[in-house]
């Protein structure tokens, strides 16, 4: 297994774990409401949750063109660990989740975007 599919595969299980951790918050905050409610609360963590997860699919999915240093490979799961980290670790839900808006979900969408452009065509 080389670096791409690894550091895929550890970002999203690090993006899982930050899953789970929504749900559990929405199940926790909705305790004694109709289920509607908590099914937005759900609905919400799992579209949270696409962006997180792209450059995952695209690191685990795709062979690359050309050779990318592995810091750069392993970018993806640091960032998502560090904001992973800042989630748990806040004391406040705007300290939480505003460093998650601002840098981690457009670093998310970017790398994979990059990663999906330098990607190795299929030559038929």
Do not use: H
């Not at 937005?40 to 990318?68: C, D, H, N, R």
């Not at 970018?75 to 748990?88: E, K, Q, R």
């Amino acid at each position: 297994m080389n670096q791409y599919k690894k550091a895929g595969l550890a970002g999203a299980l690090i993006s899982l774990i930050y899953f789970f951790y929504n749900i559990y918050l929405a199940f926790k905050i909705t305790q004694g409401f109709p289920f509607s409610e908590t099914l937005s609360e759900i609905l919400t963590a799992i579209f949270a949750q696409i962006p997180l997860l792209l450059p995952a699919i695209v690191l685990v999915l795709f062979t690359f063109k050309k050779k990318i240093s592995n810091w750069v490979i392993w970018l993806y799961p640091a960032v998502i660990t560090i904001g992973l980290l800042n989630v748990l670790l806040s004391d406040d839900a705007l300290s939480a989740g505003l460093p998650m808006i601002i840098f981690v979900y457009p670093f998310c969408v970017i790398y994979a975007v990059i990663l999906f452009l330098l990607r190795k065509k299929s030559e038929n």
